[in-house]
């Protein structure tokens, strides 16, 4: 049996999920035709289309692009700014601590000649509003500050980035990926938002970009059009419908999660403590989205935890788990303890989920020594 403690790097299709994506793919047409069995899957991609933007109380007026995971959906909101001040460039801001995706996208664009801030984090993870407001500039194009860090659990202050970047020309963009269906979320004065299906229990392969209407998009893959001629290529109908599954699930659940998240996080430090283990919790030990847990276990490297555990079949990571499977410093702790070594190379990450219990932490903790 294995205990997963992971499900910030993936998490299993729900049953009713892979039930939904099994029936509907004995519906074949193709949503671009024009007789009726292609006019009913567009219907369909429509309906999720609608449904996501009332999930985050958006205008109906604004788009939701369907694309394959967060990291297609940064992407594409750097290459479209990229595109839209070709000739100016301009200046990006970014916090030190954001995914891969958009920490290597910022860098791209640097290398086309933008200027990028990269704010640091406080201790907690997150950043401060004053340091977005002390870093805009006249030619600011783009602030991008996720809403939930994907290693610390921390949570960012994006409405009050969004209302201070509301009588700006700055489009503002957040990586939602951890965060989307978990929380209640709202787009006022937000630009671009980005989320991913097998964070939530649906697969891997579909996630989507939520822009509102006067945002400027770019596409990076051409072809017939499709998604409203943002994205090109047949659209997944049954990814996308199990993605509403997964969304329904989600969101009908999140408060008895949350508080399954608590329980377990503050078992985990019972537990934890009960067997004279030196530990930190790295960031707030009671972030408003518990189920990401980031210890410091002293004394033990990460790489020592990862091995022990994984030889008695518990699954935790050290790190973002979007490293093509290696193991490395994270940058994120490191711009949150630059001076830490210690706390950088002994630090894991815990993450719950839907089938998280007592008895995967009791597995975690007994296999540490």
């Known amino acids: 049996m294995v205990n997963y403690l992971d499900y910030a790097a993936t998490t ?4 009713q999920v892979l039930e939904v994506i099994t029936k509907e793919m004995a519906f ?32 109906p007026h604004d788009d939701v692009i369907f694309t394959s995971s967060g990291s297609e959906g940064n992407n594409l909101v750097f290459e479209s700014i990229r595109k839209h001040y ?41 950043i401060e509003v004053s340091a ?71 697969p891997k392969g579909i996630g989507f970009l939520y822009k509102a209407k006067d945002a400027p998009i770019h596409a990076l893959i051409k072809g017939g059009g499709q998604e409203l001629g943002f994205r090109a290529g047949t659209e997944n109908v049954p990814y996308i419908l199990g ?8 969101v009908n659940n999140r408060d008895d999660l949350v508080q399954t998240y608590e329980d377990l996080r503050e078992y985990l430090v019972a537990r934890l403590t009960q067997k004279d283990i030196a530990f930190e919790i790295n960031g707030l030990p009671n972030p408003k989205n518990p189920h990401i847990c980031n210890l410091w276990i002293k ?21 973002s788990a979007c490293s093509a499977g290696s193991v490395q410093i994270s940058p994120v702790l490191s711009a949150m303890y630059p001076d830490e070594s210690s706390r950088l190379e002994e630090s894991i990450r815990l993450s719950f989920g839907m089938g998280s219990t007592r008895e995967d932490i009791d597995a975690f903790v007994d296999a540490l020594w």
């Open 12 to 15: 299993p299709v729900h049953s």
């Open 28 to 59: 074949f047409g193709n949503p671009s035709s024009v007789y009726r069995i292609g006019r009913e899957q567009k219907q369909k991609i429509e309906r999720v289309r609608k449904a996501i933007l009332k999930e985050l109380q958006a205008s």
């Open 86 to 126: 070709e000739k100016e460039k301009g200046h990006i801001i970014v916090s030190a601590v954001e995914h891969p995706s958009v920490r290597k996208s910022a860098e791209f664009l640097e290398q086309e000649g933008f200027d990028v801030t990269y704010l640091a984090p406080n201790r907690e993870g997150s």
């Open 132 to 202: 977005v407001e002390k870093a805009l500039r006249e030619d600011t194009r783009l602030v991008s500050i996720m809403t939930v860090n994907n290693e610390t659990g921390a949570r960012f202050p994006i409405e009050e980035i969004a209302a201070l970047l509301k009588e700006t020309p700055t489009y503002f963009h957040t990586d939602a990926v951890q965060a989307f269906a978990q929380e209640p979320l709202t787009v006022e004065g937000i630009d671009y938002l980005t989320a991913s299906g097998h964070k939530i229990y649906a």
């Open 243 to 250: 993605l509403e599954k997964a969304i329904q699930i989600v």
């Open 299 to 319: 004394g033990r490297k990460a790489t020592q935890t990862l091995i022990f555990n994984d030889l008695k079949d518990v699954s935790v990571s050290a790190g």
